[in-house]
């Protein structure tokens, strides 16, 4: 897996990286039992504190989302949905407030945000389907 | 763990208090503060000649401070200097060594002075620049000659790592390769217990590293922010306008730039507010981001 980080998204390192695990898990990106790499390359290539992505996967790690295996490493864990409800709809409440602010600001009105929405559900869907059938 | 001293773990890497310092009439610290709690990457950002270098030397005991004092792990460099020296390990911005020593001399020669030397990570390193045992360090070009202090910097393990822009003058891929190192050899001994006090003008390439910084100017610390907070707390708003930008009273704003129909603001801080308020008059166009550590800098040191 591949990460990114954005110095200019306001959002702390740590947090992007957590983040960037979760939708690669929740897009099939990444795939149960699949490895993270570990945590000194990460921290060299992305040139990031060490720590910042010790902080990261502890986090991964509390959320129930990986589990690391000592001397083997960290892997996304099969039942990562283990979330509790309100934990998953809170999580997902700040990402959707963070869109419909970003609806505002480029003036896309409600009904055409909601639209769009639905739109995406059907395409990730599909590719999903696509996928699968491979 | 070996050679761990026994002491309280929330004694700060370090401690500066009040710290001055003057070359004749000149002073160069005037008053500076800040605490590098331990495990942290603390920057000390400045322009040339803003007292970092000084405050570099106070800390090694190679200036006594006029007044004020530095602890260092709890001691005093000055009175416990062998203890505080046995802790830090040291990469300067001018490196010299004696040039006729080879590499593998020098090495030996540091190494010399160290309770413990780790020759895996020696060799590791050596084999990482490329660099040759047998070659004078006399003939070591600037960049090369970083690597050497840097191995000598890492090989003992100590738990405060002190860089005084470490990477200026040097190549990006010897800058790179400096960075990637302390953040994997150095960083990877301690578990998580290893401080580094890093001062530089070359912010940018450290962002990623430094989780904690200190603006300093004229001897004095301006700014102490924890990285996230500093790169939450700065915004920068972007507008533009049907027409041209309105005349809006903008109270908060660090800066302000109006060409046309476009608005930049910087925003300290009360981003939400300055948005709120640009929101009234209705732009066709509307975007924020968070400052850089550099550009945050910069704001701070032209405000």
Redesign the interface.
């Known amino acids: 897996m591949i990460f990114q980080v954005n110095y200019s998204s306001g959002k702390p390192i740590y947090l992007q990286l957590v983040d960037q695990v979760k939708a690669a898990a929740a897009s099939g990106a990444l795939r149960t039992g699949d490895p993270l790499p570990s945590i000194r390359p990460l921290a060299e290539e992305l040139r990031v504190n060490r720590n910042t992505i010790a902080k990261a996967y502890s986090e991964l790690e509390s959320l129930g989302i990986i589990e690391t295996q000592p001397g083997r490493g960290s892997f996304l864990r099969e039942n990562h949905a283990a979330l509790k409800k309100d934990v998953r709809r809170k999580l997902l409440t700040e990402e959707i407030d963070q869109a419909i602010v970003q609806a505002h600001h480029l003036q896309v009105p409600r009904n055409e945000f909601l639209t769009l929405v639905e739109e995406r559900f059907d395409a990730l869907e599909q590719k999903r389907r696509a996928r699968e059938e491979k | 763990m070996i050679g761990e001293k026994p002491m309280n773990d929330t004694t700060p890497a370090i401690q500066i208090e009040n710290l001055t310092y003057a070359y004749g009439h000149t002073e160069a610290v005037r008053g500076l503060s800040l605490t590098v709690p331990r ?1 942290r ?1 603390y920057g000390l950002f400045g322009r040339n000649g803003a007292g970092k270098t000084t405050t570099m030397k106070c800390l090694l005991n190679l200036l006594r401070p006029h007044s004020g004092s530095i602890q260092v792990f709890g001691m005093n460099p000055a009175k416990q200097e062998v203890a505080v020296k046995s802790r830090l390990a040291y990469v300067p911005d001018q490196v010299a060594f004696y040039p006729w020593m080879t590499v593998r001399e020098t090495l030996d020669y540091l190494a010399s002075f160290r309770e413990r030397w780790n020759r895996t990570i020696e060799q590791d390193l050596l084999n990482r620049f490329g660099l040759d045992p047998a070659q004078k360090a006399g003939g070591l070009s600037k960049g090369q000659k970083t690597q050497v202090a840097l191995i000598a910097a890492v090989c003992p393990e100590t738990d405060l790592l002190v860089l005084d822009e470490p990477t200026s003058g040097l190549d990006p891929i010897v800058r ?1 390769e400096f ?2 190192t302390v ?2 050899a150095y ?2 001994t301690g578990s ?1 217990e290893r401080t580094v006090f890093v001062s530089t003008h070359l912010i940018a ?1 450290f ?5 904690q910084f200190t603006i300093i100017d004229g001897g004095k610390a301006v700014l102490t922010l924890d990285s ?1 907070a500093a ?2 707390r700065y ?1 920068r708003i972007r507008a533009r306008f049907a027409n041209a930008v309105p005349e809006a009273e903008l109270a908060g704003a660090l800066r302000v730039r109006k060409d046309g129909r476009e608005l930049e603001i910087v925003a300290n801080g009360g981003a939400a507010q300055l948005l709120e308020k640009v929101r009234q008059y209705e732009p ?10 550099e550009e945050i800098f910069v704001a701070t040191l032209k405000a």
């Open positions: 495990g990457c790179r960075i990637e953040i994997g960083q990877e998580g390439e962002e990623g590293l430094i989780d996230d790169r939450e915004t066709e166009f509307i975007s924020t981001e968070a400052l850089r550590l």
